[in-house]
Structure formats: C-alpha cells, structure tokens
C-alpha cells in the first residue's frame, strides 16, 4: 500500500466519533489549498454508514459541494438519521467547517434483494497495462504553491488515462474519455460491511478526480492543468449497481453531453475489467476561464 493510501485509510477516511451522530475528519497533510471534493463525500459516506445496521449497503448518495473547504482546519460530520424502514435506509450528512456548511449529502441503503438484471456494455478497450502512470499534479500545473507543501501531490490512485489526459497539447478533442483506476495497493477485503464501506468510499473519492475534464477537453488545450479554466464541482450523485473491489482496475468511462452559463455536466460509468458494470455517476461543475 502507497504511502498516500494508507494515510487516506487509516487517517483521512477513520473519522473520529465525537458524539452518537457526530464525527470529526482531517485532511491528508499534502493536499490542494481547496479540500478535495471526493475527500468530503468520502467522509460523508463513512459517517453515514457508521449509522447503518450491517445488513444494508449503500446504493446511492447525492451531495451538494456548498463552500470552499480548508484543509488546515477538521470537519465535522454530522448524520441525521431520516428514515430506517424494513428495506431502505435513508441518511442526511452535513459537513460543517468553521462554523459553516460545506457540504450537504443524501444517501440511501438497501438490504440486499433480488430483481431484474440487466446493463450497459463497456466499449472495448485495451488493457490498464498499455498505458503509463500519471501522477496528478496540482491545477494547474505550473503554479505548485496551491498545494499545503508547495509540491506536486501524489494521489492514492492508479490512474491510466486511454484517450485524452488533461496534459495533452492536441485541439478539437471530444468530451469524452476513458480512465482505468484502481487504489495504489491492496485495501481490507471488502467481506464485511466495513469492508464494503471503505471500498465504496475510495470509488466515492476516485469518481470526483477526472469526471469534470470530460466537460474541458474540446475548449482548452491542456484541459484543467493548463492554468486557463478553474474546475469546482457543484453537486454529485454516484449509483452503485453491484460489488466490486476498488483496489483492481475499473474502467472509468466519461463523458460530458453539455456545457454552458459557467457549468459542465458529465456521466461516468465504472466496469471491472470484466465487463461488469458496478457504479454510475454524474455531476456537475462550475467551469470558469481565468481572467488575464
């Protein structure tokens, strides 16, 4: 296991439980000046399934980004318990920073059932193998002091990108891309609930870091490192279909159908390297060009 992982599980995702319905989270010591989005819905989901009988897993959550967080200071976490009904289990997370909210999010569990199936197809793509590593260096790249140590960050994810990466100099690109992602190293099996909560949380983390620049790549060379746009998510909703381990590759496909008024929409669809499809996410992001 990296370094950044393990901090990001055994620290960053291992609230501390200050009340009954209340938690406290810090964030990883190198961090961008602007906590990261999926950090606090990672928290978020962690808080909110420490509530939650072990019988129920979640399937879905939707959260609103509300303030700018500081990653110098805790945040805390707060569960409203809204429903536990004989199938469904409903919980609301507020994280508060500074006397503010900074984040709202909704998410909803199941105990597990059977029904119908069926599902989209992954596009046949070529192996994570094929493709280098890429550390994800701050946004953008050439101005390091938007980091709490003034260096580039080291992300606990594997990250290959198939068709564009956000350092491409190439135009005419399409909103579209492809992702493999995987932890960096091998996470608690994921056989008990608290096991299937953290996986669940890593992908929470992972889907925030690359979905937006599906919504850059056809109107700024270099994408969201090259110092022309600044990216923050709005809101997210992730959708999780079926078990899956977020420590072996996902291919994450990405695509952005609209942008405009400031803001960009992108899908995303995570698979197993067999096919299965395991988790959908959209969001939507405030998208603006630095002014000279």
């Known amino acids: 296991m990296g370094q950044a992982l393990r901090e990001l599980v055994d620290d960053v995702l291992d609230l501390e439980r200050i009340e009954r319905d209340i938690f406290r989270g810090r964030s990883p010591r190198e961090s961008l000046l602007r906590v ?17 009988d072990d019988d129920r897993d979640v399937h879905s959550l939707h959260g609103y980004f509300l303030r700018p967080g500081d990653p110098f200071a805790p945040i805390v976490y707060e569960v409203d318990r809204t429903r536990d009904g004989r199938s469904f289990t409903t919980r609301r997370v507020t994280a508060v920073q500074h006397g503010e909210t900074i984040f709202t999010m909704s998410a909803s569990f199941q105990r597990p059932e059977e029904g119908v199936e069926h599902q989209a197809p992954m596009p046949e793509t070529p192996a994570p193998d094929g493709f280098p590593r890429r550390d994800m260096p701050p946004v953008p790249r050439d101005e390091p002091a938007r980091t ?11 990250v290959r990108y198939v068709d564009h990466s956000p350092w491409d100099d190439t135009e005419d690109r399409d909103p579209r891309n492809r992702v493999w992602v995987r932890a960096d190293g091998e996470l608690p099996d994921p056989g008990s609930s608290g096991g299937r909560l953290l996986h669940v949380c890593v992908l929470t983390y992972a889907s925030d870091l690359t979905l937006l620049e599906a919504a850059v790549f056809p109107h700024v060379v270099g994408g969201a490192t090259s110092g022309e746009v600044s990216l923050a998510s ?5 959708w999780f279909h079926r078990p899956f381990r977020a420590d072996e590759w996902l291919l994450y496909v990405q695509e952005s159908p609209s942008a405009g008024g400031g803001r960009g929409l992108a899908a995303g669809r995570f698979y197993t390297r067999d096919g299965v499809l395991v988790a959908s996410v959209v969001q939507e992001g405030l998208i603006r060009k630095r002014r000279p």
Not at 36 to 52: K, P
Not at 149 to 158: C, Q, V
Not at 234 to 238: G, I, P, Q
């Open 148 to 158: 709490t140590t003034g260096r580039a960050l080291t992300w606990p994810l594997d």
């Open 36 to 52: 990261f989005g999926g950090q606090v819905a990672g928290q978020a989901m962690v808080a909110a399934g420490r509530t939650v």
């Open 234 to 238: 709005l809101d997210h909703a992730v």
